[in-house]
Nanobody
Framework: QVHLVETGGGLVQPGGSLRLSCAAS????????MGWYRQAPGLEREWVAS???????NFADSVKGRFTISRDSAKNTVYLQMNNLKPEDTAVYYC?????????WGQGTQVTVSS
């Protein structure tokens, strides 16, 4: 069982930046992959970014060039750095860990981009 806690959400102006954190209950190197997803009211949950145990990263087209995903192994933490935020980025952001064919989800953190 992997426990995940997301923090860092909040209200930000368009064009602003925010960094989300996902703290895992065990070494992120014991986890196959970690990723960020988001879900706005009335919409499907969508994949945003992933980082694999190898360090390989991938991004959804909608955030490519604006968001980065990184990790700090000493803190068992994965980050999502969000720059040049747009109102369309408003959603609840969830961290997901994949390990041994199982997916584990955090509780989510709200990101609101509005003037």
């Amino acid at each position: 069982q992997v426990h995940l806690v997301e923090t860092g959400g909040g209200l930000v102006q368009p064009g602003g930046s925010l960094r989300l954190s996902c703290a895992a209950s065990e070494s992120i190197f014991s986890i196959n992959a970690m990723g960020w997803y988001r879900q706005a009211p009335g919409l499907e949950r969508e994949w945003v970014a992933s980082i694999f145990v190898t360090g390989t990263t991938n991004f959804a087209d909608s955030v490519k060039g604006r968001f980065t995903i990184s990790r700090d192994s000493a803190k068992n933490t994965v980050y999502l750095q969000m720059n040049n935020l747009k109102p369309e980025d408003t959603a609840v952001y969830y961290c997901k860990a994949n390990k041994w064919k199982y997916d584990y989800w955090g509780q989510g953190t709200q990101v609101t981009v509005s003037s």
